[in-house]
């Protein structure tokens, strides 16, 4: 069986489209406690129809995490946590509102408690 001479091309071309419409749909998070924040506890990220959680995040410490969102899902990020000694409902923080099926980058950084600084770029992009 003879391989048309254009199919190599075909799959390269096939290969790289794919990888570009993941790349354009996922949102990337980063969430940083300054070494004065308290430590967070219960700890739940939602991006459209996905949600990730930790039971802890000590002071001084980061974590990453990837969302890919279903098409059409609303793409604002929602920050849930509690603090030690903390009762009662979590406290919230939300991401800024992100348009269409854009994927984004974030870089949420909380200093002291409820005080939260956030970063954001359309992909591709980066944040120092």
Known sequence: ???PRWAPLALLILTLTACRSWHEDRVEVELRLAPQAPALQDIAIVVGDERMSWATLEAGAALNAT???TQGADRRLTLLYATPGHTGAPLAWMGPPVGGDAGYRIVIQMTAPGQIQARHCLLPCALD
């Open 1 to 3: 069986m003879n391989t």
């Open 67 to 69: 969302f890919l969102p």
